[in-house]
């Protein structure tokens, strides 16, 4: 099954999703920025989608639109969308739960979140990546695996608290490990020490 997707924001997750969607068959409708100077750098990779500006989509074909903004920005980007009937709204993040969405103008709501960590000039292997959605309706929860299954053969089923336990585990395997590799350095740096004596430790503890 393809889908019609719609895709809301412009940094690293969008940035990696929106081509990756294309790739695996879809058909990227729009992407919506605030900054519309991003989003049309952002289509540059993409075939057909329009770049847009503004929150109404009551005329897209898009069906399933994906809010990949920061955590800060989804409620007010979730309640002020103009959607179209029979719409999915679902959000990629970690540590927000599902029902931030529950006063938009979808009919559907639910979570795509890709567990991993997104830089925008490093290529991603999408098939390595992890999907945890949720949703409460089931025909919806089918399609977003659908969709998840057309990037990775990793999807997982998890409610919203669930996955916040699972996003802290995740903050600590990465962005803990990421500052006390950074820490050692500095250290060695420090003593004119050369960093590459500590790699092979790196990697056999990794």
């Given at each position: 099954m393809k889908f019609k997707v719609a895709i809301l924001g412009t940094g690293n997750v969008a940035w990696?999703?929106?081509?990756?969607?294309e790739e695996a068959g879809h058909t990227v409708t729009e992407i919506y920025g605030r900054d519309l100077t991003k989003a049309k750098s952002l289509i540059k990779n993409l075939y057909t989608a329009e770049?847009?500006?503004?929150?109404?989509?009551?005329?897209?074909?898009?069906?399933?639109?994906?809010?990949?903004?920061s955590d800060q920005a989804i409620s007010d980007l979730a309640d002020e969308l103009i959607l179209p009937e029979e719409s999915i709204l679902v959000h990629t993040s970690g540590s927000v739960p599902m029902d931030i969405l529950g006063y938009s103008s979808a009919a559907y709501t639910g979570i795509f979140y890709p567990l991993q960590t997104f830089t925008k000039d490093?290529?991603?292997?999408?098939?390595?990546?992890?999907?945890?959605l949720e949703s409460d309706d089931q025909e919806t929860l089918q399609k977003l695996k659908k969709l998840a299954k057309s990037l990775s053969p990793l999807q997982y089923t998890i409610k919203s608290k669930d996955r916040m336990a699972l996003h802290i585990a995740a903050v600590f395997a990465s962005n803990f490990s990421n500052h006390m590799l950074r820490l050692a350095e500095e250290i060695m740096n420090?003593?004119?020490?050369?960093?590459?004596?500590?790699?092979?430790?790196?990697i056999e503890t990794i």
């Open positions: 990696h999703l929106a081509p990756a969607l770049a847009k500006e503004d929150l109404d989509f009551s005329e897209s074909e898009a069906e399933i639109y994906i809010l990949a903004v490093r290529k991603m292997d999408f098939e390595e990546v992890p999907f945890l420090r003593k004119g020490l050369d960093y590459e004596m500590l790699k092979p430790l790196i």
